[in-house]
Each structure stands twice: as structure tokens, then as C-alpha cells.
């Protein structure tokens, strides 16, 4: 017979197989397609993130310049200074292109409702180093110079089809930011994935660098050394046969040109340097561990599935034992055997594979929606030829791995005996060892996974639990300038103007509370020092400018001291506030009213201290430490509460405003709820998919330990029915069932707690922005688990007990 | 249970170890109704040697798993040394299994990773009064000397033969001291030659006194027994007393016979 009519027999005999067989085909295909599902979607992820270039122009040679900062408190790197990176890019000769980049929110006047949006400022190179694809028209010219502003502007294709409608002839428009008018000259194509690095890959348009007014003012205002941004940096491509080394060392000897101005102006700073690194690694931060321990969790899962589906064949074998049985007596050889199971499960799992396929297709799709914004290169998740490499060896891989593992489960010999002994399953096939072995590993995995996700669970609602400091219910944050206006009056003035409009808003029939200051409820932080008299600074530490009504308005209790003074937020008088952890970090005593600080200003008299302020990002890093400056008049900034049921909207609040002066802009509108979402979003998607893995292993863990535990009752049933015709009674039969079952499922929920135990401690650094040890939170799950587990081994125990002993004699 | 005597060791002689009255076993099978048993009156005496034989799915193995509390029957009353069965618990019966009946099956249902000790002991074990490990130990003894098996005491099962096993597992119907030893079809694995030697074990023991009721569908083993009962289509349609060599027909057999009892 010919290997391909014997290939098709083999086929043939096998599908018709699997047909009479639905229940099992229907369990394994389930588990692996659902697992592999996950797996692939994870997979995508690393993917992405580790083996896939980047679609930029040459990723090997594509590099960052940050900068290092040395400060009598520590080292300070990723933070900025326009004159550095300037200085950097002017001077520097490793890079054959190369681009500052700094995103910043400008208000558009000329759009309805004048939104604020984000603009990335860049040089041309910006859009060869990233291959930005352009919709229409094209990118900035390349012959304008570093500081010379430019009057066009470039529009994102999401920026297109919300504020022109998707308009054919928008190359040529304008828009305008109340001072200066930009030119659309191209649109981005949507396919672009802004870097993660800058604003979360948030871009709406792109403005020429010299058009950045922080820096390149016409002399207005000096950005000056000290004063340093997280999302302004280098990007550039060097020049051939240029290592990393040696860009550091080109631009480290550029300090020298500016290293005394630098020290003079950055008077807290001891020492700098830059910081080169390659773009991937910035682009990624730690969200590479990220994906890499999510990766891990799947690889559990994977493996607890795999277990489940040996077990699924062992039961199938068992209950194929005197087909086998008769094949092995009429002359059938082991590998003939082999060759019929390797048949059957290269069609199961060539099927399981397909399926996960088709539905990691909708959950890269998911998985995207949901990470956007939160997750760097998102956009490139897809089901590429490495995925499909992967699936494919996978599918292969494990057809033959259950193959073998139930091929090398049946006793050959023992086979043909089989038929001798009239078959009546006296001869047990698997040793209890195996059995016992089994239940410990799959019930090992399936602790670990539940008992990590417990413990990610537990972090995530540490954090949604923790009192942040501020009401968010009904609060509304805004902030409205007039252009010019500064100039026009004198603090008293614009104080006594502020005032004024805060009495305007109170009155305001929806409204219940006022207050003056910038919420400190944002996504983005700002961070200061404070620095004593003996010259000792703090750490960076987050600050916010806020009224003297601030914190009764927000909830935010003031433990000692006062609140600001009129004379404070007129500028007469330099007061600052803390929070009691910040105080603590100044004084071991706690004890700083009274204490003076420099800061923004010099000799800060520390006025008042209240509680603590828990933004739920930073609490690891700042454990609720938080500075309080006093707002003064230089803008409009409101928190405003309204009454229960009743809403504030920015039309509103500028309608307001421009009925006491038509000049009133609104520089941003946040419903302060809604940032509280956006704060804690990536805490809800952990949350909700701690929640979801914790089921989903205790699912498949149920259904393995359920699985094992019927495979071996099977195999045992006969063994069972002699000693109930015998007089065993079921408390006999329970104690046999603990004695090998029950222990070794026990034994497997310590081991995972050891494991656990020594993991945590040796990875703690790395594990503890993600998890929190907590046994009050993990006992309870691993609780739960285990009896779930002793549940999955007392049922088939019940059944078989519960039924009449000859129905086991009978192997039914 | 009556008076505060568990009904289970109300033990009277002269009365018939079993009795059952009417006996009938119906198997349901999709809207299929399989009469496997009916009309089954049976006595057991103590020191009976009895026989049961009839063509295959005549109810044979039916009836003697009946008689083993095995299984329940779907009508009519069973009585064990006095006891009505039909309201004992499960642990009561296997309490009942264990003290008064011995079991010997076909393809010996020996457990593979015991010892030959350990399985001839097993029944020992289950015992509610914990006989002592030294009364365990010489009663298995005393039963492997029965069956001349006390030397491969350490082995396992797999490591006999047929008959050896066969044999081991007498011994460990026998180690109970019970008051019946059922016995299903205990040559039906065996060679002429190593079923005879069980056979010859078997008529030992009931000189010796041990009641046995016997299942076999060979008619020159049948003939061993004082007692034969031939069943057809699940009736009893022959009772026959060898001692006394007469036959009774409980039922002429005919073919009409046969087809109203399916």
C-alpha cells in the first residue's frame, strides 16, 4: 500500500474516531483553543515588543538622549532641560539625523468649543527617523532652521475626521492657537503609531521645534537649566559604524562647552551627563517586564492545559484499551500504535490551533482597544509570520507530545494479556505513583497562577481602595486665562478679579463649592524639591498650586497649621504646605510648621500640613508625599463642585466667563471623575484580568484535577467494586481516596505557597510595582482553590460509591 | 433492626442461611425492558452445596450477584440469616458481605499492588470488631494453607498463574470464615487440569462443612454439587438433589417458555 493511501486510511480511521467521540473532542479542543487563544494574544505582545523591528528607519543605529543628573539626594535621569538638549543638538556629530522632540497642549481658538490638543513639536527629521506615511501633502520643509518658528503645521488623520470631517481640501486650511495661525500642509496617516514616550502616544498635530514658545520666545521668558521636562528628548539615527560608546562620549565632551553655565544654573546639581539608549528600551520601559510577566502567568495556564489534555487522552486510551488490545494481538506494532494516537492528535490539535487562531484574531483586536494609550506600540499588535511559526510548531509539537506521553502509558505487553484475563480491567495500566505525581504538578500550577493573580489582585485593589485625598464626584477642574492681562493689572488687581469670578461661579444655581487651584487629580504630575537652609533637598516630589479654600472644598483634612494667607496668594508673602508624609522626610519628628524651605521661591515658611495625598500612580515611588503651593494670580484656576444631579460643561463655564469679560479663554476643562478613570484605568484592565485568570485557571485546574481524578477512579473502579463486594465501606473508601488524592492535592497547594513564598522574596524589587504579599487577601483564594479541587476528587468518588458495587465489577 | 440486637448477627442454625421469595430483576435500557430474573424462590441450608447453571444470559451471574448484595432486586424479598435486606443501608450490607459471605469471581479480581498477604487480608481489614494483626495474620495464614499457597505469600498476583490465583482467591473468600462462598464461574479462566484442582478445593471445603453456591454453565462441574438449580430466560426450571437423585421441573421447557420470559 502506498504511504499516501495508507496516510489517508490512517487519516480516515482516526476522524471517525474522533467522531464517535464528541464529548472528548469537544474538551480538549476547548481547553487548548481557549489557552492557546491567550497564549497567542500574549505572544503578540512580546512579539511586538521584543522580536519584531520597529517600523523605523534603521532601529539598530536609533537612539535617545536624555540626561543624568547628580544631586547631593541622589541621581536624577530622564528630566530635561531645553539648553541642554539644544546645546546637544546643535553640536553634536554622531547622528546623520536627528530631532528634538517635545509634545506640549496648545488651545486651538479657531475650533468649535476651542479644544485643547496635543501638539509635538519637532525638526523634519522627526518623519524619516519614525517612516512617519503621509495621508496627504507632506512634512515640514528642510531648510528652516532650529529656531526659526514656522507657520505649518502637520495634522493627524484622527484630527482630520473630528475637526474637518474629513474635508478633501484640507491642505491649505488654517488653525489657530489665538496668536498665531498655522497652515495644514499634510496629513498623517492613521497607520502611525506616535513613540509611547512622548504623551503616551498621544499626537494631534505637529508643529516645527522652533515654533515650541517654551524655549523660542523672542526673550519673553528664559527657560532656564534647572527647569526640566520628562517628555523632551533626542531621537536620531547615527552615523554609520557609530557605537552607543562613542555617542556618549561625543556628547559628554559637549558638556565641557556649557558645564559651568550648566552648574550655575542648575544649582542643586553636582555633576551631568547624557544619557544614551537605544529607542526600543526607552520606548518600552518597564512595560517589557510587563509583557514578559503576563507571558509567564500564560505559559502557566499553557502548561496546566496541557496536563488536563494528557489526562483526557489517558482516559481515551483507557477507554480504547481493547480496540488497542486487539490490534496489538492480530500483529499490530507499538509504532503502528504510535502512528494511530499521533493521527488523532495531530488532527485534534491542527484543529485547536486553527481555532485559537481565529479567536486571538478578536483579542489582539480587544487587546488593543483596551491598551491604547497605556501601552507602547500597541498599534503593531498582529497576527504575524512569527505568530504563525509559533502556532504551527506548537500544533505539531504537541500532537506529538500527547502521542507520545499516551503511547508510553500503555503497557504494550500487558495488551495482549489484556485480552486473556477477559478483560475485565483487573490490570492497572498507571502506577498511583503516576496518579499521585500528576494531581501534585496540576494542582502545583494551578496554586501558583491563582495565588499571583491573587496577589496582583490584591495590589490593584490596595490601590482603587486607598483614600486618594479629593472628592472626584461631581467636581469639575478648569483653567481660563485672558491673553495680556498679566501686563494689564497688578497682582492686587487680578486678585481681586479672581476673587470675583469665584463669587460669580458660587452663585451659580447648579453649583455647591468654589475653591482656587489646579487639581492635583491628573494623569500628568509636576514635581519640585524643597530645599533647607542648610542646603539639603529633597527628592522630586509632586506639587500642585492651590487655594486657601482648596482642601475643605476636596475633603483633604489639614492636620496642623493653617491654610495660605491672602498676603501668600498675592505673592506678598512666601508660604508653602506639605503633606504629613512629606513632613515626616523633612523632620524625623514630623515637626516643620514654621520651618522655612527654599523652592519655587526662596525661604518658604511651611504654613500648614495636612494629609496625605495618594495619587494611585505614584504612590509606590512618592508614598503620598505632596507639596502645596499657594496659587497666585497669574491664571483663572477653579475647582468647582456642583450640587447632586446637576452637571458643568465647558460651554457653560465659558459662557460664564465671558458674561464678566468677553476676552475669557478656557485653557482646560476635566471633569475630575473622569480623570480619576483615566488615572485608574490600567488598575481596572489588571483587575478585571486578575479577576478573569484567577477564574480561568480555577476552571481549567477543576477540570484537570476532575479529570485525573475520574481517569484514575476509572481505571480503579473495578479495584473499587471488588472491595465494596468484599465489605468496604464508604469511610474505607474515602480514607483511600485521601490517602491518594486528597494528599497529594494538599501537597501541591504548600508547594505553590513555598514557591510562592521564595519567588516573592528573591524578586521583590521586581514583583512589587506589580504585587502585594498580603495573606488576608490570598488566604482566602487559596482557600477557596483547594476546596474547589477536593470537590473535583470526591465527585467521581460519590458517583462510584454511590452506585450499586456490581455496576463497578461491571466497569460501568 | 429489632430489639437492640443488630440484625446482621442474629444468627439462627437450622434455618436456611438465604432465602428468597419471589425474586425478580428487571434491567432498563433506553425504552428497552430486560427481565433478567422472575419469579425466583430459592432456599440456602446451612452445609448446602449448590449449583447454578443454565445457557449464557440465562441470569446466572444475575442472581448470584443478588444473592451477594451486589445488587438490589427490582421485586420480592431476600433474606440472609434471618435478615430482610431490603431496608439495610449500603454500609449495612457491606457489613453483611463482609462477615457472612465470601466471594470468589471469575477472573479473580485480585488488586495488582497487593501482596498475596495483603489480598488475602484485605477483607480482614474492613472488619468493625479490628481483629488484631496477629488474628490477621494467622487466619490469612490458615486460609493460604487451605488452598496450599502459604508460600508465594509475598508475591503479586501478576506474578501467578491462573490457577494459583484462582486459588489465592479462595483463600481470601475463605479468610472471613463466612457463612456462604459465592462462587462465579471459578474454572472459566482455568485449564481442565488447573480447574480441577479448584474444583477439588471447592468439594474440600464443602465436606468440611462451608455452604457454597456455585455458578457455572459446565455441566461436569455442576455435577460436583448436592444441589442443582438450571436456570433458562431467568426462571428456575430445574431443581434437582443429587444425593437423592431426582429431578424436579419447576416449569416444562419449551420454546413458548423461553419466548414469554423475553
Keep these: 500500500m502506498s504511504a499516501f493511501i495508507k496516510t489517508k486510511t490512517q487519516f480516515n480511521l482516526a476522524f471517525r474516531s474522533l467522531k464517535s467521540a464528541p464529548g472528548f473532542v469537544a474538551s480538549v479542543m476547548v481547553t487548548m483553543s481557549l489557552t492557546l487563544a491567550t497564549l497567542f494574544v500574549v505572544f503578540s505582545l512580546v512579539n511586538t515588543y521584543f522580536l519584531k523591528p520597529l517600523d523605523v528607519l534603521d532601529e539598530q543605529k536609533l537612539y535617545v538622549v536624555e540626561q543624568e543628573v547628580d544631586t547631593p539626594v541622589g541621581t536624577h535621569s530622564g528630566f530635561q532641560s531645553y539648553k541642554a538638549i539644544i546645546h546637544w543638538y546643535k553640536t553634536q556629530s554622531s547622528f546623520e539625523k536627528l530631532t528634538p522632540v517635545s509634545p506640549n497642549n496648545i488651545m486651538l481658538t479657531s475650533l468649535p468649543g476651542e479644544p485643547r490638543v496635543v501638539a509635538t513639536f519637532a525638526m523634519p527629521d522627526y518623519f524619516d527617523i519614525l517612516n512617519v506615511p503621509m495621508l496627504l501633502g507632506q512634512s515640514f520643509a528642510r531648510d528652516l532652521p532650529l529656531e526659526q518658528a ?10 482630520w475626521q473630528k475637526h474637518f470631517d474629513r474635508t478633501p481640501d484640507i491642505i491649505g486650511q488654517t488653525i489657530n492657537d489665538g496668536e498665531r495661525a498655522f497652515n495644514i ?7 502611525f503609531e506616535p513613540p509611547y514616550m512622548f504623551y503616551s502616544g498621544k499626537t494631534d498635530i505637529w508643529l516645527h521645534f522652533g515654533s515650541d514658545r517654551r524655549f523660542f520666545n523672542n526673550g519673553e521668558w528664559d527657560n532656564p537649566w534647572d527647569n526640566t521636562y520628562k517628555s523632551l528628548k533626542l531621537v536620531g539615527t547615527a552615523n554609520q559604524g557609530t557605537s552607543q560608546e562613542s555617542i556618549l562620549k561625543d556628547l559628554d565632551d559637549r558638556i565641557e562647552d556649557i558645564r559651568a553655565e550648566w552648574l550655575e544654573g542648575y544649582e542643586t546639581s553636582t555633576d551631568f551627563r547624557p544619557l544614551v539608549t537605544p529607542y526600543r528600551n526607552v520606548e518600552l520601559g518597564d512595560k517589557g517586564h510587563l509583557s514578559l510577566f503576563l507571558f509567564a502567568g500564560t505559559l502557566g495556564l499553557f502548561l496546566i492545559a496541557v496536563v488536563n489534555v494528557c489526562n483526557l487522552f489517558f482516559s481515551r486510551a483507557l477507554a480504547q484499551h481493547k480496540t488497542l488490545a486487539l490490534q496489538a494481538v492480530l500483529g499490530a506494532k507499538r509504532r503502528l500504535l504510535f502512528n494511530a494516537i499521533l493521527t488523532q492528535t495531530s488532527i485534534l490539535m491542527m484543529a485547536s490551533v486553527a481555532l485559537a487562531l481565529f479567536i486571538s484574531a478578536w483579542g489582539i483586536k480587544l487587546f488593543k482597544h483596551l491598551a491604547a494609550g497605556n501601552l507602547p506600540l500597541v498599534k503593531s499588535l498582529s497576527i504575524d509570520f512569527n505568530l504563525l511559526f509559533v502556532a504551527i510548531s506548537l500544533s ?5 507530545v500527547f502521542a507520545l506521553v499516551t503511547s508510553r502509558l500503555i503497557n504494550y505487553k500487558a495488551l495482549k494479556n489484556q485480552l486473556q484475563s477477559s478483560g475485565k480491567g483487573s490490570v492497572n495500566q498507571v502506577s498511583t505513583r503516576t496518579v499521585k505525581v500528576l494531581i501534585t504538578t496540576q494542582m502545583t500550577f494551578a496554586s501558583l497562577l491563582i495565588i499571583f493573580a491573587c496577589l496582583a489582585l490584591t495590589k490593584t485593589h490596595k490601590t482603587l481602595d486607598r483614600p486618594m485625598g ?3 464626584e461631581n467636581m469639575y477642574s478648569f483653567g481660563a486665562f485672558i491673553r495680556g492681562e498679566n501686563d494689564e493689572l497688578s497682582i492686587t488687581e487680578r486678585f481681586d478679579k479672581i476673587q470675583k469670578i469665584k463669587q460669580v461661579f458660587e452663585q451659580l444655581p447648579q453649583v455647591k463649592g468654589v475653591s482656587l487651584g489646579r487639581s492635583p487629580v491628573s494623569v500628568r504630575i509636576t514635581k519640585s524639591t524643597l530645599a533647607d537652609m542648610d542646603g539639603k533637598t529633597t527628592d522630586f516630589t509632586p506639587q500642585a498650586w492651590v487655594g486657601s479654600g482648596y482642601f475643605e472644598h476636596t475633603g483633604l483634612k489639614l492636620l496642623k497649621g493653617r491654610t495660605f494667607s491672602d498676603e501668600a496668594l498675592r505673592g506678598e508673602k512666601n508660604e508653602v504646605m506639605v503633606t504629613e508624609s512629606l513632613a515626616y522626610l523633612l523632620d524625623p519628628n514630623g515637626d516643620v510648621l514654621g520651618k522655612v524651605y527654599d523652592g519655587h521661591e526662596e525661604k518658604n515658611e511651611v504654613v500648614g500640613i495636612t494629609e496625605n495625598f495618594n495619587h494611585p500612580n505614584y504612590f509606590d515611588q512618592d508614598k503620598g508625599r505632596h507639596i502645596w503651593w499657594p496659587s497666585r494670580p497669574f491664571g483663572y484656576n477653579f475647582i468647582i463642585e456642583t450640587k447632586p444631579g446637576h452637571t458643568l460643561d465647558q460651554e457653560k463655564v465659558l459662557l460664564t466667563l465671558r458674561n464678566e469679560d468677553a476676552r475669557f479663554n478656557i485653557w482646560q476643562f476635566i471633569p475630575l471623575n473622569e480623570e480619576y478613570g483615566r488615572i485608574i484605568y490600567m488598575d481596572i484592565i489588571t483587575l478585571y484580568l486578575s479577576y478573569i485568570l484567577a477564574a480561568f485557571t480555577l476552571l481549567l485546574a477543576s477540570v484537570g484535577i476532575y479529570g485525573v481524578l475520574s481517569y484514575n477512579l476509572g481505571l480503579r473502579r473495578f479495584e473499587f467494586g471488588i472491595r465494596m463486594a468484599l465489605g468496604a465501606k464508604k469511610v474505607r473508601l474515602y480514607k483511600l481516596l485521601v490517602k491518594d488524592a486528597i494528599v497529594p492535592l494538599l501537597l501541591g497547594v504548600i508547594l505553590a505557597n513555598i514557591i510562592t513564598l521564595v519567588i516573592y522574596n528573591q524578586f521583590y524589587d521586581n514583583l512589587s510595582p506589580w504585587l502585594t504579599f498580603d495573606i488576608s487577601f490570598a488566604l482566602p483564594a487559596i482557600l477557596i482553590s483547594t476546596s474547589i479541587a477536593i470537590y473535583a476528587s470526591i465527585r467521581p468518588m460519590q458517583k462510584i460509591i454511590k452506585a450499586r ?7 460501568e | 433492626m429489632t430489639n437492640t440486637t443488630s440484625p446482621i448477627k442474629a444468627i439462627e442454625k437450622q434455618k436456611p442461611i ?16 430486560i427481565k433478567a430474573l422472575s419469579d425466583i424462590n430459592l432456599d440456602i441450608m446451612p452445609g448446602d452445596y449448590l449449583s447454578i447453571s443454565g445457557p449464557s444470559g440465562c441470569g446466572k451471574s444475575t442472581l448470584l450477584s443478588l444473592l451477594g448484595l451486589l445488587d438490589s432486586p427490582t421485586e420480592g424479598e431476600y433474606f440472609i440469616q434471618n435478615v430482610d435486606t431490603h431496608n439495610l443501608s449500603m454500609d449495612q450490607q457491606a457489613e453483611l458481605r463482609n462477615l457472612h459471605i465470601g466471594f470468589v469471581f471469575q477472573s479473580f479480581n485480585l488488586i495488582d499492588e497487593l501482596s498475596i498477604f495483603d489480598n488475602v487480608a484485605l477483607p480482614l481489614t474492613y472488619r468493625e470488631d479490628n481483629l488484631s494483626q496477629s488474628d490477621i495474620e494467622s487466619r490469612v495464614l490458615q486460609a493460604l494453607a487451605q488452598v496450599e499457597m502459604e508460600h508465594r505469600k509475598s508475591h503479586k498476583p501478576n506474578q501467578l ?8 482467591a479462595i483463600a481470601r473468600a475463605l479468610a472471613g470464615q463466612p457463612s456462604i462462598l459465592l462462587v462465579d464461574e471459578p474454572t472459566g479462566n482455568l485449564d481442565s487440569k488447573n480447574g480441577d484442582a479448584v474444583m477439588d478445593i471447592l468439594n474440600n471445603l464443602n465436606r468440611q462443612g462451608t455452604t457454597i ?6 455441566v461436569r462441574y455442576a455435577g460436583h454439587a448436592s444441589k442443582q438449580i438450571h436456570l433458562l430466560d431467568g426462571k428456575v426450571v430445574e431443581l434437582s438433589h443429587a444425593a437423592e437423585d431426582t429431578m424436579t421441573s419447576v416449569a416444562p421447557i419449551t420454546n413458548q417458555t423461553s419466548q414469554a420470559a423475553v
Design chain 1, 805 to 811: 458495587p456490581m455496576k463497578a465489577l461491571r466497569n
Design chain 1, 150 to 159: 514656522s507657520d505649518n503645521v502637520v495634522i493627524s488623520e484622527a484630527f
Design chain 1, 470 to 472: 479629593s472628592k472626584v
Design chain 2, 213 to 218: 453456591c456455585m455458578v457455572t454453565h459446565d
Design chain 2, 161 to 168: 498463574s491462573g490457577g494459583q490465583q484462582q486459588r489465592v
Design chain 1, 185 to 191: 500642509i499634510g496629513v498623517v496617516a492613521k497607520s
Design chain 2, 18 to 33: 438465604i432465602s428468597l421469595k419471589n425474586i425478580a430483576k428487571t434491567y432498563h435500557s433506553s425504552n428497552i425492558e
Design chain 1, 396 to 400: 505539531l509539537l504537541l500532537a506529538y
